[in-house]
C-alpha cells in the first residue's frame, strides 16, 4: 500500500501511479476523436483502459518485489458478488455481444476501485482537485460560450448542446454534479490565494453551466447530495467531534471577499439568462424549459418525466416476467419493444435503457443483483459513517465528504437518467470510491486489516485489462465504419454505404443498425436477397427492433412474398 508520505522510498506504482491518475484526471473528460460515431464516449474508454493498464503493470512489478501488499475491504466481498450475478445474466442475453460489452465496461471501473484503493496516495488529492478544477474551467468555457450562441462549427457537432466535450447536455451535468463537490472543497479548503481564485472560477463557471444544461434532474442530485453531506458533517462534528480543521481563506482578506463577491454576481447574472443554442446541428432546449423560472415550474408539470413513468410501468411487466434472471446485461432494449405497446416507439427512435439505475439493474441481471446492489450502496454508507467516526485526520475527512457528495449525487441523477454508462462520471464515482476505501482501511482507531488471501487478482487486472483494451479497439473500428456508413446513407450513396457497413461487419456487430443500413444498400440496388439476409441477421442481434421488423416486411413485399 503506497506511503502516505512523500518520500524517495515509495513504490514505484506510487511514484509513477499518481502522474498516470493525474494524466486520466485531465484527459478523460477532454478527449474526443470525430472519425467515430460515438465520439465522445469510446475514445475516452480507451485512454482509460489503457492508463488502467500500465497502473496495473506497475502494481504487478511492485508486488513482485513485495514494495506492495493485497488488503481487503468491506467493499469487496458485495462488489464481487454483485459482479458475479451482472456475469451469470450474460447467459440470458439474446445479444451476446452487447452484454460482453457491458460487463466488461463494469469490470473496467471494478479495476479502476482496486488500483485507486492499493495504488494511489491520499497526500496528493490537492492535486487531483486543483486538476479537476481547470478542467472544469476549460469544459465550461466551451459550454457556456454554446449556451450563449456560438455557433462553433470547428467544435464536434453535438445532438444536444451545450455539451462541451460530453457530447450532449444531460451528460455534461452529470460530470458536473460530480465535480463541483470536490472544486467546492478546493475553495473551501484553500489555504493559498492561488487555489482560491482556482476554485471560485471553476465552481462558478461550472455552476453556470449547469444551469445552462437545463438538466432538472442533475440539479435535484446536486442539491439533495450536498444537503446530505452537510447533514452528516454537522452530526459527525457534533455528536463524534468529528475534526474538519476549516481555516480556509475564502473570507479572509479583502481580496478573498471581493473574489466571493464577485463569484456571487457573476454567478447571478449569467445564470438567469435564458440558453440561446446557435447550432442547427443540435437538438434545441424544450422551449418551456429555456427561461430559468419556466425550467424550474416545468418540473412540477405532468410532461416533465418525459415518458419515464411509461417506460418504468413497462420495465416493472418485464421484471414480473423475468424476476430471478433477467433479460441479461446490457439487453433491455432489445426486449423492450415487446412491452411498449405503442407508448414510446417511434418510427425513427426507439427507448435504449429505462433511465433508472435500480430498475435497470432488476430488469436486466434480476432482483437478486438488485439486493446485492443494495448490498453494495449499503456498505458505502457504512464504511462512509465508520470512517467519519474513527479518523482523526481532518483532511481525510473532508475527502470523504466531497467524494461521498460527488457519489451520491451521481446516485441521485442515475434515478432518472444513466450517468454509470458514461465513462467521465464513472471515472470519478469508483476513484472516489477507492479513496474513500483507502481512508477507511487506514483510518486511526481502526483494526489492522487482514491481507488478502487471494494474490492471484493482482495478475487478473491486467490480463483483463488487456482483453478489455482488444475489445475496445475492435469496437472503435467498427463504429469509424458505422459512421462511414451513416453519412452515405444520409447523403444517398448506396455503394459507399454496402461497401461501409460491410466493413463494419467485419469487426463485429456492436450496433443492430448496421444490418439495417447494409440491408437499405442492397434494396436500393434491387438486390432483395440480400437485403432480406441483413435484415434477418439484424433480428438476431435485436429480435424485437420494429425498424428491421418492418424493413423485412418490406423486402418480403417487393419479392412478392406475402
Not at 454554446?146 to 444536444?160: D, K, L, Q, T, Y
Not at 467524494?403 to 432518472?416: D, E, K, N, P, R
Amino acid at each position: 500500500m503506497p506511503n502516505n508520505n512523500n518520500n524517495n522510498n515509495a513504490p514505484i506504482s506510487e511514484i509513477l501511479g499518481k502522474k498516470v491518475f493525474f494524466f486520466l484526471c485531465v484527459t478523460v473528460p477532454l478527449v474526443l476523436q470525430t472519425s467515430v460515431y460515438y465520439y465522445a464516449l469510446l475514445p475516452k474508454r480507451m485512454v482509460l483502459l489503457l492508463g488502467l493498464f500500465v497502473l496495473s503493470v506497475l502494481w504487478v512489478v511492485d508486488f513482485k518485489n513485495k514494495q506492495t501488499h493485497l488488503e481487503s475491504s468491506p467493499i469487496y466481498l458485495p462488489l464481487f458478488c454483485y459482479l458475479l450475478f451482472v456475469i451469470v445474466s450474460l447467459y440470458q442475453a439474446p445479444n451476446t455481444l452487447a452484454a460482453s460489452v457491458e460487463i466488461t465496461h463494469q469490470i473496467t471501473f471494478v479495476c479502476l476501485f482496486v488500483l485507486t484503493y492499493h495504488i494511489f496516495p491520499v497526500h496528493a488529492l490537492p492535486t487531483v482537485l486543483r486538476l479537476c478544477a481547470i478542467v472544469g474551467i476549460l469544459v465550461s468555457i466551451l459550454g457556456i460560450l454554446e449556451a450563449r450562441g456560438i455557433n462553433a462549427n470547428w467544435f464536434p457537432i453535438s445532438n444536444g448542446r451545450p455539451s462541451a466535450t460530453f457530447a450532449y447536455r444531460n451528460f455534461a451535468a452529470a460530470y458536473l454534479i460530480m465535480s463541483l463537490p470536490l472544486t467546492l472543497l478546493l475553495w473551501i479548503k484553500a489555504q493559498k490565494n492561488t487555489d482560491v481564485l482556482l476554485g471560485a472560477c471553476s465552481t462558478t463557471l461550472m455552476a453556470i453551466f449547469l444551469i445552462y444544461t437545463r438538466t432538472r434532474g442533475a440539479w435535484v442530485g446536486l442539491i439533495c447530495a450536498i444537503g446530505l453531506t452537510t447533514f452528516l458533517a454537522v452530526i459527525a462534528h457534533t455528536r463524534w467531534t468529528t475534526p474538519f480543521g476549516l481555516t480556509s481563506k475564502m473570507l479572509q482578506g479583502n481580496t478573498n471577499k471581493i473574489i466571493l463577491g464577485l463569484a456571487m454576481v457573476v454567478l447571478l447574472i449569467l445564470g438567469a439568462l435564458p440558453p440561446q443554442i446557435g447550432s442547427q446541428h443540435s437538438r434545441a432546449i424544450d422551449e418551456k424549459k429555456v427561461g430559468l423560472i419556466d425550467a424550474l415550474n416545468f418540473a412540477g408539470s405532468a410532461q416533465s418525466d418525459r415518458g419515464r413513468t411509461i417506460m418504468w410501468q413497462h420495465t416493472f411487466e418485464m421484471i414480473q416476467d423475468h424476476p430471478f434472471s433477467g433479460v441479461g446485461v446490457g439487453n433491455w432494449q432489445y426486449i423492450y419493444p415487446r412491452y411498449d405497446k405503442g407508448d414510446m416507439l417511434r418510427a425513427d427512435s426507439a427507448p435504449e435503457r429505462p433511465h433508472n439505475d435500480w430498475l435497470e439493474v432488476a430488469s436486466e441481471t434480476g432482483i437478486a443483483t438488485l439486493l446485492l446492489y443494495i448490498w453494495l450502496l449499503t456498505t458505502i454508507a457504512r464504511v462512509v459513517l465508520h470512517s467519519l467516526r474513527h479518523t482523526k485526520d481532518a483532511s481525510h475527512n473532508l475527502y470523504t465528504l466531497a467524494f461521498t457528495a460527488s457519489i451520491l449525487a451521481m446516485l441521485g441523477h442515475g434515478q432518472v437518467s444513466f450517468p454509470q454508462e458514461r465513462i467521465e462520471t464513472s471515472w470519478l464515482f469508483w476513484f472516489g470510491l477507492g479513496i474513500i476505501a483507502h481512508i477507511y482501511t487506514h483510518s486511526n482507531s481502526l483494526p489492522k486489516i487482514k491481507q488478502s488471501s487471494a494474490p492471484f487478482a493482482v495478475y487478473l487486472v491486467p490480463v483483463f485489462l488487456m482483453g478489455a483494451i482488444g475489445l475496445t479497439y475492435y469496437q472503435l473500428k467498427f463504429d469509424y465504419q458505422y459512421l462511414k456508413a451513416f453519412e452515405f446513407y444520409k447523403s444517398g450513396n448506396h455503394t459507399g454505404l454496402l461497401n461501409a457497413s460491410s466493413r463494419a461487419i467485419k469487426y463485429g456487430e456492436f450496433n443492430p443498425k448496421i444490418h439495417l443500413l447494409q440491408g437499405s444498400a442492397y434494396q436500393t440496388a434491387g438486390l432483395y436477397a440480400q437485403a432480406q439476409t441483413s435484415y434477418q441477421n439484424g433480428l438476431q442481434q435485436h429480435p424485437n427492433s420494429p425498424q428491421l421488423l418492418k424493413a423485412l416486411g418490406t423486402t418480403y413485399a417487393l419479392q412478392r412474398d406475402f
